[in-house]
């Protein structure tokens, strides 16, 4: 299961750049993004620093817009972008009809306003056009074995607070089911073809068994803004932790309970 949900060949080209807890997350969805099409031009809402991008959409007509001034320095400098916009979504003016594809990688959950930038996107998409994204599901949390212990030894209530707190601290504006999240979809115009779940619980907690010393890279990104600062020598150690996370993932669920994948199109023909 591991080596499909986290390839070799994927871990080996974020590891260098990320905290292993969030490659691990990165990577997986890099494998689900993989059975859509992926036509140019697309449009890439959160962009951050470009990583994501340079991956799955190599050789692509692509625009990345994020609100972070340092993410979008990086963006710039990371070749995976044709353009870039600083400024939020939901205000900034984008050419209307213009893209096949809209990616949003675990982005619009923490935008305040995800109706307008629903509405956004719509416009901003030719007929016809395709719209992804992760979203998380809204019982993710459970998976962690910390809300799993705590609620074992019957502490329910200290297991959901936990669980709100970690969802303050990743800032998830918006925390939906299933249906919910096809809902808020729909009512942007869109026509929703699946709202499927990816990231299996196994990801969850091996985001969580790596998150602790993934705790420094946090802190090197608010002190100099990058995750890492000697990549050569993570490259150097990507295969001992990809061997580490495939264990990890083998030992864990393999249900899909992580995000959803939301496939959704603007009505028409492109």
């Known amino acids: 299961m591991s080596d499909l949900e986290v390839?070799?060949?994927?871990?080996?080209?974020?590891f260098p750049y990320t905290p292993t807890a969030l490659c691990i997350k990165e990577c997986a969805r890099l494998s689900a993004?993989?059975?859509?099409?992926?036509?140019?031009?697309?449009?890439?809402?959160?962009?951050g620093d470009g990583l994501f991008a340079s991956i799955a959409f190599e050789n692509k007509d692509v625009w990345g817009i994020d609100i972070n001034e340092d993410e979008l320095r990086l963006a710039r400098t990371s070749?995976?972008?044709?353009?870039?916009?600083?400024?939020?979504?939901?205000?900034?003016?984008?050419?209307?009809n213009y893209f096949?594809?809209?990616?949003?990688?675990?982005?619009?959950?923490?935008v305040p306003r995800i109706d307008l930038a629903l509405k956004a996107i719509f416009e901003s998409l030719q007929p016809g056009g395709l719209f992804l994204t992760f979203v998380p599901n809204r019982d993710w949390?459970?998976?962690?074995?910390?809300?799993?212990?705590?609620?074992?030894?019957?502490?329910t209530g200290a297991a959901r607070s936990l669980q709100r707190s970690i969802d303050e601290f990743?800032?998830?504006?918006?925390?939906?089911?299933?249906?919910?999240?096809?809902?808020?979809?729909?009512?942007?115009?869109?026509e929703v073809e699946m709202v499927e779940p990816v990231l299996s619980s196994a990801t969850t907690a091996a985001f969580e068994m790596f998150l602790l010393p993934s705790l420094f890279g946090l802190a090197n990104k608010k002190l100099v803004k990058r995750w890492t600062n000697f990549p050569?020598?993570?490259?150097?150690?990507?295969?001992?932790?990809?061997?580490?996370?495939?264990?990890?993932?083998?030992?864990?669920?393999?249900?899909?309970?992580?995000?959803?994948?939301?496939?959704?199109?603007?009505?028409?023909?492109i």
């Open 7 to 14: 390839t070799r060949d994927d871990f080996r080209r974020y």
């Open 33 to 47: 993004l993989r059975s859509f099409p992926l036509d140019g031009p697309i449009f890439d809402v959160g962009c």
């Open 79 to 96: 070749n995976a972008y044709s353009k870039v916009i600083l400024g939020d979504v939901t205000t900034e003016e984008l050419p209307r």
């Open 100 to 110: 096949k594809t809209c990616v949003a990688n675990c982005s619009l959950e923490h």
């Open 141 to 155: 949390a459970e998976s962690l074995l910390s809300y799993r212990v705590l609620k074992g030894a019957g502490a």
């Open 170 to 190: 990743f800032a998830h504006r918006h925390l939906h089911d299933q249906a919910g999240w096809e809902n808020l979809t729909q009512a942007a115009g869109f």
């Open 232 to 269: 050569a020598l993570r490259r150097s150690l990507s295969e001992p932790v990809y061997q580490l996370t495939c264990a990890a993932l083998a030992s864990g669920d393999t249900t899909k309970t992580a995000e959803y994948l939301i496939a959704a199109r603007r009505p028409g023909k």
